[in-house]
């Protein structure tokens, strides 16, 4: 009986330790930087530079939305048929200095409504 209890309490001390332990705190290194997921727009381009792109889009029962994206070095896009009232879509990060296009793809024009 004698030699029960003293495990028991030799284990209480062991879980006691081990919480006292846990809960101290314990230098953390900082969190690892999180790199921003592509996000995508569909629109149509209302302004268009060398350095950036402003596309616009109307979505019924919603205001009118109108993005502007830098554009740099490395955003792929189709420089000879894109122009302004082109539709497209702009793959992008944002970033705290702003919205950077990754790519820009353009989207076939629409279609004329059939007539029977």
């Known amino acids: ?3 029960k209890l003293l495990r028991l309490s030799v284990i209480l001390l062991q879980v006691c330790a081990l919480l006292a332990w846990s809960q101290q705190e314990h230098p953390q290194s900082p969190p690892p930087q999180v790199e921003p997921k592509p996000e995508f727009f569909a629109g149509t381009v209302t302004q268009l530079s060398s350095r950036r792109i ?3 889009r109307q979505v019924a ?3 009118p939305q109108h993005r502007t994206f830098v554009i740099d070095s490395k955003t792929k896009m189709p420089k000879s048929n894109l122009h302004l009232r082109s539709r497209v ?3 992008f990060l944002h970033r ?7 790519a820009v793809k353009l989207q076939p024009p629409p279609r004329p409504a ?3």
Do not use: N, Q
């Open 89 to 91: 879509t702009v793959r």
């Open 1 to 3: 009986m004698l030699l």
């Open 54 to 56: 402003t596309i616009s």
């Open 61 to 63: 029962g919603h205001a």
């Open 96 to 102: 705290e200095e702003g919205d950077f296009v990754l």
């Open 114 to 116: 059939h007539t029977p």
